[in-house]
Nanobody, 122 residues
Framework: QLVESGGGLVQAGGSLRLSCAAS????????MGWFRQAPGKEREFVAD????????YYADSVKGRFTIARNDTKNTMYLQMNSLKPEDTAVYYC?????????????????WGKGTLVTVSS
């Protein structure tokens, strides 16, 4: 089970850090990532990180503002979000990739968290 935390209300230009913790299995087995879904829009890829944490990949819309990281000793993954914009408002979901795959497409995702809401006010 993946559990997100850290969402909330923030003003434009502000920062938030999301966390994703796993209770029943070691995250080190998975490439991990984040998706988001804004009101009235489809779910979209945000970022992912390799098993070792050495490789990261970002959607163009968040590149340079968001940083994904993982701490496998804590069985936790993070998304540091800086310079937030109103268009970043969405429910953010933690994801784990299927065996050997990055969770970059919905079809490649093994597990989803329930999501945490991020609201950025203008």
């Amino acid at each position: 089970q993946l559990v997100e935390s850290g969402g909330g209300l923030v003003q434009a230009g502000g920062s938030l850090r999301l966390s994703c913790a796993a209770s029943a299995r070691p995250l080190s087995r998975y490439a991990m990532g984040w998706f988001r879904q804004a009101p009235g829009k489809e779910r979209e890829f945000v970022a992912d990180i390799s098993w070792s944490g050495g490789t990261t990949y970002y959607a163009d819309s968040v590149k340079g503002r968001f940083t994904i990281a993982r701490n496998d000793t804590k069985n936790t993954m993070y998304l540091q979000m800086n310079s937030l914009k109103p268009e970043d408002t969405a429910v953010y979901y933690c994801t784990a990739g299927r065996s050997g795959l990055f969770p970059r497409r919905i079809a490649d995702i093994d597990s989803w968290g329930k999501g945490t809401l991020v609201t950025v006010s203008s």
